[in-house]
């Protein structure tokens, strides 16, 4: 049996981290601590492990060897309760995911029914309150092919945010976006930033790092190579390695 979860404790610890896919080892080691309430944004080049590590964290990734620690869970051992954590832990992809099938409202509502075992009724009104959340409280009886990307994204967002996760993780949100609709998804994550939500972020959008993140970590090879306040590793960073990659991106 899973143990309660903890509030004097990260919201994420991963000790020595690894994970392989075939002869390819694409994260050699890693250590890295999400506390509660922060936000942490992750950058660094394609390839770099940083998607895999997220992916790590709520075990969608099997790591090769390591610690992942949840609340003061540990969901590498095979006795954990791993839905029972997941519920907890709000995820939101690149692409959106959402049922083409199901209007916005069903999307919405499906997983909170099922996994969370709540009544229509109460499962809606949840929905339309994280609907207008992100703004889109007129779409609930739209289907995902009737809105923008963007739209979608949001939609992807409050869906996650209807299952009542304690934190949310985000894997490079806007990168399938098309840059006019960018910004209307990072204000929803900006938000639930100031919100007090406990978010991991893998990023390329520096000016949000900058903006929201309380610490920023660029990880290359596999590795964490810097990590600190946003002002510092985008402002100054210590290793050539980040200021290569920065010099690009700026």
């Known amino acids: 049996m899973a143990a309660t979860p903890r509030t004097d404790v990260p919201a994420i610890e991963v000790r020595d981290l690894h994970k392989s896919f075939g002869d390819n080892e694409v994260l050699k080691g890693i250590d890295f601590h999400v506390d509660q309430g922060e936000v942490v944004c992750v950058i660094g080049p394609s390839g770099s492990g940083k998607s895999t590590l997220l992916r790590c964290v709520n075990r969608l990734e099997e790591p090769?060897?390591?610690?992942?620690?949840?609340?003061?869970?540990?969901i590498t051992d095979e006795d954990t309760d791993l839905d029972k954590v997941r519920t907890r832990i709000g995820m939101v992809f690149q692409q959106f995911n959402l049922?083409?099938?199901?209007?916005?409202?069903?999307?919405?509502?499906?997983?909170?029914?099922?996994?969370?075992?709540?009544?229509?009724?109460?499962?809606?009104?949840?929905?339309?309150?994280?609907?207008?959340?992100?703004?889109?409280?007129?779409?609930?009886?739209?289907?995902?092919?009737?809105l923008s990307g963007g739209q979608q994204q949001r939609v992807a967002i409050a869906r996650a945010l209807s299952m009542d996760p304690d934190m949310m993780l985000f894997d490079e949100p806007t990168s399938a976006l098309d840059p006019e609709l960018v910004g209307d998804v990072l204000d929803v994550m900006k938000q639930?930033?100031?919100?007090?939500?406990t978010m991991m972020v893998v990023t390329h959008e520096m000016g949000f790092a900058r903006e929201v993140g309380d610490r920023?970590?660029?990880?290359?090879?596999?590795?964490?190579?810097?990590q600190g306040k946003p002002e510092d590793v985008l402002g100054n960073p210590q290793h050539e390695r980040t200021q290569g990659f920065l010099s690009k991106v700026l």
């Open 99 to 146: 049922f083409p099938h199901l209007n916005v409202l069903r999307n919405l509502t499906l997983a909170q029914i099922r996994a969370k075992k709540r009544g229509r009724a109460e499962a809606e009104e949840i929905a339309r309150r994280n609907l207008a959340k992100v703004g889109l409280a007129e779409k609930a009886d739209a289907f995902p092919s009737q």
């Open 64 to 74: 090769t060897s390591g610690t992942i620690i949840v609340e003061g869970v540990d």
């Open 192 to 197: 639930l930033a100031r919100d007090g939500m």
């Open 216 to 226: 920023v970590v660029f990880m290359d090879g596999g590795v964490v190579v810097e």
